[in-house]
């Protein structure tokens, strides 16, 4: 049960605010049923051949890009889940004029789907992949579908629109995320363990006074919020919105 106190305070910050700015991780989209990296039963916690973070490293991708692509299909790609509380309430407080902007790195595509416009997608997105070769675009299926190494007509493997470990990020999505960030009034971020870089560091360019955080264990920064909420993202924004 979520403390009815930091649900109240959570609901009054809410509607004091005129610029609210959301930033989540893999948190938010484990109530639909997608598996974060770093709980109880995340993905890193899973017995695999190889440590998930070395398998998502552009290093991996090159040297062992059958490898890469099994896992990738296995652990990153969702066919079937559909937004969640947490996806619907954002798009609704965006609707309400109150909300700019959903900075994710999720690759899922759900605050989308649930019908926000603006969001910021730091790691990309499964949804979109391109041929190394020659640039051409394929959507998801193409990827999911295929078997072994996906290739274009052109013979170039093609590789999906994700930020892996050792690359950098989108210039233009870093530079929006920060302004957007840097604009707000009130930061609330959720379902993030705080540990992945430079994403992570993006939270410094907040200077508003209702800076919340929603993440169901505690993470290494909760001490930097002037609200903790322990709890589901999604069950959260329930009672909240
Ligand atoms: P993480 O796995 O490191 O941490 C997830 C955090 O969310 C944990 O602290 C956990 O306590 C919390 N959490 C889990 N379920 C929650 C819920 N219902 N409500 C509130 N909190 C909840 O995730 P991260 O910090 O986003 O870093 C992982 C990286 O992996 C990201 O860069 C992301 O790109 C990628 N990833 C994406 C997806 C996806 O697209 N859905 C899934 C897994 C991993
Ligand atoms: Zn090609």
């Given amino acids: 049960m979520i403390l009815q106190d930091s649900v109240l305070k959570l609901k ?39 440590p998930p973070e070395s398998v998502l490293s552009h290093t991996f991708f090159k040297k062992h890009t059958e490898e890469f692509f099994d896992f990738y299909r296995k652990y990153l790609c969702f066919p079937d889940a559909k937004p969640n509380m947490a996806h619907i309430k954002l798009a609704e407080l965006e609707n309400q004029g109150k909300l700019k902007a959903v900075i994710t790195q999720n690759v899922d595509g759900l605050h989308q789907l649930a019908g926000s416009n603006t969001v910021y997608e730091l790691h990309g997105s499964a949804l979109r992949n391109y041929c190394t070769k020659c640039g051409k675009f394929y959507d998801f299926d193409f990827v999911y579908k295929s078997n072994g190494v996906p290739k274009c007509e052109c013979g170039g493997i093609v590789k999906p629109d994700v930020v892996l470990y ?76």
């Fill in 12 to 50: 009054n910050m809410i509607s004091e605010s005129r610029n609210i700015v959301f930033f989540g991780g893999a948190g938010v989209s484990t109530e639909s049923g997608i598996k974060d990296f770093r709980s109880a039963d995340g993905i890193y916690m899973m017995d695999y051949k190889f």
């Fill in 166 to 241: 050792e690359e950098g990020l989108d210039n233009d999505t870093v530079e929006n995320a920060v302004n957007a960030i840097a604009n707000a009034d009130m930061l609330i971020v959720a379902g993030t363990s705080l540990t992945v870089y430079p994403a992570a560091g993006f939270i410094r360019y907040f200077s508003g006074d209702k800076l919340v955080l929603i993440n169901k264990d505690s993470t290494a920064m909760d001490e930097k919020f002037g609200l903790v909420i322990h709890g589901k993202i999604g069950e959260v924004l329930k009672e909240t919105v």
